[in-house]
């Protein structure tokens, strides 16, 4: 499978010849491939399909939330459901942890797991190598673009969830956990950084996947790497025995921004979180770079 | 790509080694950072040092922003629970882990937080507004005082055990656990100084207190003294033979100065429930208020209410000779299990403690709402310091209710046999039940010269409940508690 040294002339798809024909002169090469990589993410029918299935499940979920809430919730069902029914603007935080367990893992990891072998298994990566850019370059691209699309899919998860919450529920001044209550815009921010927070979670599951990816030539391997990665840790997050090692899982700070919505904001779970996902981030990011530009490239 | 290609694929590899490596190093430096550094101090005497810490116990502490921590592994088995994060240990013994934000401005001026994961449960005292909050439940209850609270304070006397309502937050609070420690100083008791450490990112002097009897389950206290203003920052308590603490209750951050008056006042949100709660000016006999208003209310009805050994020693086990210090009725619950804490995944649990009284003569379920008392009767100390034991005398109902929770599997305490002798008993329902049961469970029947009963061992306490009915419980070897049986717990 893997062979030596990629060549220049590699069989071309379409896609490349079109990613080629693009180029203008002054526009350095690597940036005309982030440019038709974004593409690639952002207009590819699956990632479409994809987003509109995360674009969905808060509308579904908001519509199923008015239905069954009546009142102040008793304290049930994930969390800040129960101060959903008073202010709609937990329906983005509701939905947030809610989907943070399956559904937005699962789109990253769908699209990191297939960066590298996607590209292999289509025979579409020699082509690829063939842009003067250079493979960590060309690595780099591919980790961008996952960046990109986690942060779209927190932010588009998070915004529909607000908006829907905003259609269906009353809102007004925030209620803080601690009790106090902030104004609707400081609420507003504090759950958009909270979606951030989500999407730096995510940039470092995609580091994972983007690891896998460069392990093997199916995609379909390094999803379900990243995934069995992800369920894997959420189960030993689970289990009280393990609590030494917890922290060093790397699912178990993602709800760990509970402190922005303290008064005063307690920022230690926040940090912790950032610091764990900068860690997962180098380390898979280097494994990554390690294979890929050490690996002979056939396909 | 030339360049690229002339390192070595071996050195590739080198590089996200090199990173979890680094990351490696980096966790386990700030781990050892934040842990016990031993910083130069001057030299001083044991007898310095303490007549330092008098002179600094006798001035209010002054406003403060700090985070306690209580830990302890006893060795009870694992109690039901509703909360799956609750956690045992690798024997499937409980571990309890309480965390709570302090917020102290004065003696009427206190908020206290306990966080739990996508949740949060305050108590708040604004002068003499005090109020109490669940975010779980979206609960916020508004205590009203008795006016004798007025002059007691609810205090600084937070700092001080066995007073008013905040009574069990003082059952944490390192102060008042060290002050009791340091009050009962005695012949027998050999201090000695051990390596400075640093606690709560202060370095602190470290007094260890080992009990000269071979006879208290106690093999070492190590209290940690603020090298720089002499207060106690923390207290661990070492089992006869083990190097790790059993109990330990401490600061793990520590800013001096005035917080916010924001952190007072309270206002309850919109869409809240609003409850107001009377607080009795004569709170039932032997109830702790700490289990009472802050428990049953739901307010961290773990962290702030009666936590295992802080209160038992607050009520006086060994810690302070004289249990008439404090007003009875005040004090700490003695030998109490409350759980089902706050969290993510358990909701609506928000006063669903559970205290098991058993030292200051009752034994008490506190269910959803009510507390529930089987049997009660003022409690004795025998003995003294480390040997010192909490008895209740006999009880005829105390033994019915021991008898029918061990045999049946089902269903609840009977009225009629376990109240019949103590007024005002209800039936204890639900999770407190089970709790009660597993607790007596872990009991092993043990009889002797003295007659014969259950005992209960944890690493740090031993409870006997003899079969007329009478609670013996301390820090002692079983010896101890038999000895003690023979006399004035008939």
Redesign the interface.
């Known amino acids: 499978m893997w062979t030596s040294a990629a060549s220049p002339t590699g069989p071309d798809s379409g896609e490349l010849a079109e990613r080629q024909s693009r180029g203008a002169k002054h526009v350095p090469p690597w940036f005309r491939l982030f440019r038709s990589e974004l593409r690639l993410v952002f207009c590819r029918p699956r990632n479409l399909a994809l987003l509109g299935v995360l674009a969905f499940i808060p509308v579904a979920l908001g519509v199923l939330f008015k239905l069954s809430l009546s009142g102040?919730?008793?304290?049930?069902?994930?969390?800040?459901l129960?101060?959903v029914?008073?202010?709609g603007v937990f329906l983005g935080l509701a939905v947030l942890?809610l989907m943070l367990s399956l559904f937005l893992p699962l789109a990253v990891c769908v699209v990191a797991g297939d960066a590298i072998a996607g590209e292999a298994s289509h025979g579409t990566l020699r082509g690829l190598l063939a842009v003067p850019a250079?493979?960590?370059r060309l690595l780099a691209v591919k980790l961008a673009s996952i960046v990109l699309f986690a942060l779209a899919s927190c932010l588009l998860v998070v915004g529909v969830a607000v908006l829907m919450g905003v259609v269906l529920f009353p809102v007004?001044?925030v209620?803080l956990?601690?009790?106090?209550?902030v104004p609707l815009s400081v609420g507003l921010l504090r759950v958009l950084f909270v979606a951030l927070y989500a999407a730096a979670a995510m940039v470092a599951l995609g580091s994972i996947g983007l690891a896998a990816s460069t392990l093997t030539v199916h995609p379909v391997g390094a999803i379900a790497a990243a995934l069995v990665i992800v369920l894997a840790s959420e189960i030993a997050d689970?289990v009280?025995?393990l609590?030494a090692a917890h922290p060093?899982l790397p699912t178990h700070f993602w709800?760990s921004f509970?402190g922005l919505f303290?008064?005063?904001v307690?920022w230690s779970g926040v940090q912790h979180g950032l610091l764990s996902f900068a860690?997962y981030l180098?380390?898979?990011g280097?494994?990554a770079?390690?294979r890929f530009?050490?690996a002979d490239v056939a396909s | 790509?030339t360049r690229?290609r002339r390192?070595s694929?071996r050195a590739?590899?080198a590089?996200?080694a090199g990173?979890?490596a680094a990351?490696g190093l980096v966790?386990a430096a700030s781990a050892v950072a934040s842990a016990d550094l031993a910083p130069a101090l001057p030299a001083r005497s044991v007898a310095q040092l303490l007549a330092k810490v008098a002179l600094a116990a006798a001035k209010p502490i002054g406003p403060v922003t700090a985070t306690v921590q209580e830990s302890s592994s006893l060795g009870l088995p694992a109690l039901p629970s509703a909360n799956?994060?609750?956690?045992?240990?690798?024997l499937g013994l409980a571990q309890n882990n309480e965390t709570v934000n302090v917020w102290y401005l004065g003696q009427t001026h206190i908020r206290i937080?306990e966080?739990t994961?996508?949740?949060?449960s305050?108590l708040r005292l604004d002068g003499r507004a005090l109020?109490l909050?669940n975010?779980?439940?979206?609960t916020?209850t508004r205590v009203i005082l008795p006016s004798h609270f007025d002059r007691n304070g609810l205090g600084p006397d937070y700092l001080s055990p066995g007073h008013s309502v905040s009574s069990g937050a003082a059952a944490i609070d390192p102060l008042a656990l060290a002050a009791q420690l340091l009050a009962a100083l005695g012949p027998s008791t050999r201090v000695s100084l051990e390596r400075n450490v640093t606690v709560a990112g202060r370095p602190a002097y470290q007094l260890s207190l080992v009990p000269k009897t071979s006879r208290s389950l106690i093999g070492q206290v190590l209290i940690a003294i603020d090298a720089r203003r002499f207060i106690p920052l923390r207290v661990e308590i070492f089992a006869r033979g083990s190097s790790s603490p059993a109990y330990e209750a401490g600061f793990t951050a520590l800013t001096f100065g005035r917080p916010?008056a924001?952190?007072f006042s309270?206002t309850?949100?919109?869409?809240?429930?609003v409850k107001t709660v009377t607080v009795p000016t004569k709170p039932p006999s032997g109830l702790g208020l700490g289990s009472l208003g802050l428990g049953s209310l739901g307010v961290g009805g773990n962290g702030l209410g009666g936590l295992v050994p802080g209160g038992f020693l607050n009520s006086g086990g060994f810690g302070s000779p004289n249990p008439d210090s404090a007003a009875p009725g005040l004090r700490a619950p003695s030998i109490s299990t409350n759980k089902p804490r706050a969290s993510?995944s358990t909701?609506?649990?928000?006063g669903q403690t559970v205290v098991v009284v058993a030292t200051t003569g009752q034994v008490v379920a506190i269910g959803k709402d009510q507390p529930t008392v089987i049997g009660k009767d003022q409690p004795t100390v025998i003995g003294k310091s480390w040997l010192s034991v909490i008895a209740t005398p006999p009880n005829p109902s105390v033994a019915a209710a021991v008898q029918q929770l061990l045999t049946r599997t089902t269903g609840s305490v009977t009225p009629g046999s376990a109240g019949s002798a103590a007024p005002g008993t209800s039936n204890p329902v639900g999770p407190d039940l089970a709790v009660l049961r597993e607790l007596l469970k872990a009991t092993t029947s043990v009889h002797g010269a003295w007659g014969s009963g259950r005992l209960l061992r944890t690493t740090l306490v031993s409870v006997l409940i003899t079969s007329n009915g009478a609670i013996l419980a301390g820090a002692v070897t079983p010896a101890v508690l038999y000895a003690d049986a023979v006399g004035p717990a008939k």
Request: charged share 10%; no cysteine; glycine share 16%.
């Open positions: 102040p919730g008793g304290g049930g069902g994930p969390a800040f129960n101060q029914a008073g202010n942890v250079g493979r960590t007004g001044r209620t956990l601690s009790g106090t209550t689970a009280p025995q609590s060093f709800l509970d303290r008064a005063p307690d860690a180098l380390i898979f280097a494994v770079w390690a530009t050490s | 790509m690229m390192l694929t590739r590899w590089v996200p990173i979890v990351a966790a799956p994060s609750q956690g045992t240990g690798p937080a966080q994961q996508m949740g949060e305050d109020w909050w975010s779980k439940t979206q916020a916010s924001s952190n309270f309850p949100p919109p869409g809240a429930r993510a909701p609506g649990n928000g």
